[in-house]
């Protein structure tokens, strides 16, 4: 037997980059080696196609991006409308394979205990998304998790309001002011940063990180004490590798921006496939996009993952669309062992390197946000705005002239597919002119445009 210490491949010489990057010019026989095997991404990230140990040698503090792919949640996401149906809906989930609930509740008439009857509590994270700010509220949850024990995340994010709405719950100050009180009382998780909005809408990942983390900052700056656990809401789209790493360097970029406030505190992270690729043609395509969107998620670190329904488009919230999306989840964590490594991307030399280019560009974007006054200054002048505007088209020209490609609508489209006929839900961006205070951050698929023409020659 060999000795158990004895590395693997010792008896073989290393092969430095320089040899490899040799090798490869010569089997390229003249062709340019950068014109022809290194790409670009949207991001500025050039891909090279090969990584080795060299490529960590610059690569810092690898141990801060650990992601405990052991512990990810299964999340079902709940709209309460009626308390008694989504208590019920919530039972039968949690019997069905989910492992959290997450409720977005959009009034203060929601009786807590209704919502919670005969909901187990132990080792089940429940969430609050709320779509208003009380302070009473948050205090009758934080009674109620104290009396029974339970583990809530309670997720206020006034900022996230300005953002999709335009205007505040009331103002800026009073907002913070209630914000403030709510830190005060809070025995639980009860800050929010959802980042989600910024890819939806066609920020680049580097946007997205930045953004969201000076999401994060103004909260650092404007909330007097934390001591809870963050909760930070992102998107994950199909650059597979790319998005593992974009999770990993936002965990980067919170810790350090943490440790400048001397927060001793985690991001509680809950990740979402994206909308932005998802089409209303060829649906069950949706299917397979959110499946290595949720791979992503497992290998990155997210500590609750919810999938979306194939159908979330265009149908309203039904057992069967539900039932798939958590069955996926359930089919990675129970059958592919996706649950069975902890940090199952650290050392690997391409997902390293592009975590620390993607936290290095974002942290200097960060920066730059910062020396202009801050994210919500930067908000209410419309920069902010501009930019993800400029991503998104760049992304919508590429997608438009068939260089990016979305199977079955954009190539490979069935034409006697028919949808008209099926919508219960409007899938298209909304129109609602009114006074806002900043101009809304509008989530827009890249699809819209191809399916209204489709449907509108449907018979």
Same mark, same amino acid.
């Given at each position: 037997?060999?000795n158990?210490?004895?590395?693997l491949?010792?008896?073989?010489?290393?092969v430095?980059?320089k040899?490899?990057?040799? +090798?490869?010019?010569?089997?390229l026989?003249?062709?340019?080696y950068?014109?022809?095997?290194?790409?670009?991404?949207p991001?500025g990230?050039?891909v090279?196609?090969?990584?080795?140990?060299d490529?960590?040698?610059?690569v810092?503090?690898?141990?801060?991006?650990?992601?405990?792919?052991t512990?990810f949640?299964?999340?079902?996401?709940i709209?309460?409308?009626d308390?008694?149906?989504?208590?019920?809906?919530?039972? =039968?989930?949690?019997?069905?394979g989910?492992?959290s609930?997450?409720?977005?509740?959009?009034? =203060?008439?929601?009786s807590i205990?209704?919502l919670?009857?005969?909901l187990?509590i132990?080792?089940?994270?429940?969430?609050?998304?709320?779509l208003f700010l009380?302070?009473?509220?948050v205090?009758?949850?934080?009674a109620f998790?104290?009396?029974?024990?339970?583990?809530?995340?309670i997720l206020?994010d006034?900022?996230n309001?300005?953002?999709?709405?335009?205007?505040?719950?009331?103002? @800026?100050?009073?907002?913070?002011?209630?914000?403030n009180?709510?830190?005060h009382?809070s025995?639980?998780?009860?800050?929010n940063?959802?980042?989600?909005?910024?890819?939806n809408?066609?920020?680049?990942?580097?946007?997205?990180?930045?953004y969201?983390l000076a999401?994060?900052?103004?909260?650092?700056?404007?909330?007097s004490?934390l001591?809870?656990?963050?909760?930070? =809401?992102?998107?994950v789209?199909?650059?597979?590798?790319?998005?593992i790493a974009? @999770?990993?360097?936002?965990?980067?970029?919170?810790?350090?921006?943490?440790?400048?406030y001397h927060?001793?505190i985690?991001?509680?992270l809950?990740?979402?496939?994206?909308?932005?690729?998802?089409? @209303?043609?060829?649906?069950?395509?949706?299917?397979?996009?959110?499946?290595?969107?949720?791979?992503?998620?497992?290998?990155?670190?997210?500590?609750?993952?919810?999938?979306?329904?194939y159908?979330n488009?265009y149908?309203?919230d039904?057992e069967?669309g539900?039932?798939?999306?958590?069955?996926?989840?359930?089919i990675?964590?129970?059958?592919?062992?996706?649950?069975?490594?902890?940090?199952?991307?650290?050392?690997?030399?391409?997902?390293e390197?592009?975590t620390n280019?993607?936290?290095?560009?974002?942290?200097?974007?960060?920066?730059?946000?910062?020396?202009d006054?801050?994210?919500?200054?930067?908000?209410?002048?419309?920069?902010?705005?501009n930019?993800? +505007?400029?991503?998104a088209?760049?992304?919508?020209?590429?997608?438009?002239?068939?260089?990016e490609i979305l199977?079955?609508?954009?190539?490979?489209?069935?034409?006697n597919?028919?949808?008209k006929?099926?919508? =219960?839900?409007?899938?298209?961006?909304?129109?609602n002119?009114?006074?806002t205070?900043?101009?809304?951050?509008?989530e827009?698929? @890249?699809?819209?445009?191809?399916?209204?023409?489709?449907?509108?020659?449907?018979v």
């Amino acid at each position: 037997m060999s000795n158990s210490n004895k590395k693997l491949f010792a008896d073989f010489n290393a092969v430095s980059t320089k040899q490899w990057k040799q +090798q490869i010019q010569f089997d390229l026989k003249g062709a340019d080696y950068n014109e022809n095997l290194v790409w670009e991404s949207p991001e500025g990230i050039k891909v090279k196609p090969f990584y080795n140990s060299d490529d960590l040698d610059n690569v810092p503090n690898i141990s801060q991006a650990t992601s405990k792919a052991t512990e990810f949640k299964i999340l079902q996401k709940i709209y309460v409308f009626d308390v008694s149906k989504s208590n019920k809906r919530a039972l =039968e989930t949690l019997s069905r394979g989910a492992e959290s609930i997450y409720f977005t509740i959009e009034n =203060e008439s929601v009786s807590i205990e209704s919502l919670m009857e005969n909901l187990p509590i132990e080792n089940i994270n429940y969430y609050f998304n709320l779509l208003f700010l009380s302070v009473d509220f948050v205090a009758k949850l934080n009674a109620f998790a104290v009396n029974t024990n339970s583990q809530f995340y309670i997720l206020n994010d006034p900022i996230n309001q300005l953002v999709k709405d335009g205007n505040w719950y009331e103002n @800026l100050d009073k907002d913070f002011e209630k914000l403030n009180s709510i830190a005060h009382i809070s025995t639980n998780s009860f800050l929010n940063c959802n980042g989600s909005i910024y890819q939806n809408a066609g920020a680049n990942m580097v946007q997205q990180l930045a953004y969201t983390l000076a999401h994060v900052n103004e909260y650092f700056n404007k909330i007097s004490s934390l001591n809870h656990p963050t909760s930070i =809401e992102l998107s994950v789209g199909t650059n597979y590798f790319f998005e593992i790493a974009k @999770l990993r360097a936002f965990k980067l970029l919170f810790n350090t921006l943490a440790t400048e406030y001397h927060y001793n505190i985690n991001c509680h992270l809950i990740v979402t496939p994206t909308k932005r690729n998802k089409t @209303l043609y060829d649906y069950n395509v949706n299917m397979l996009r959110t499946t290595t969107e949720c791979m992503s998620a497992i290998l990155g670190g997210a500590n609750a993952i919810s999938n979306l329904a194939y159908d979330n488009l265009y149908h309203k919230d039904n057992e069967f669309g539900d039932r798939i999306s958590r069955n996926q989840l359930l089919i990675l964590k129970k059958e592919s062992y996706f649950d069975k490594v902890d940090n199952p991307a650290d050392g690997t030399y391409y997902i390293e390197s592009i975590t620390n280019q993607l936290a290095e560009k974002a942290l200097i974007l960060f920066k730059e946000i910062e020396i202009d006054g801050g994210f919500i200054a930067q908000l209410i002048s419309g920069k902010i705005q501009n930019k993800i +505007q400029e991503s998104a088209r760049k992304e919508q020209d590429l997608f438009d002239s068939g260089k990016e490609i979305l199977v079955g609508t954009n190539k490979f489209g069935n034409k006697n597919d028919l949808m008209k006929h099926d919508l =219960e839900l409007y899938p298209f961006v909304k129109q609602n002119p009114r006074q806002t205070l900043i101009i809304p951050i509008i989530e827009k698929r @890249l699809a819209e445009k191809i399916e209204q023409e489709r449907l509108a020659t449907e018979v």
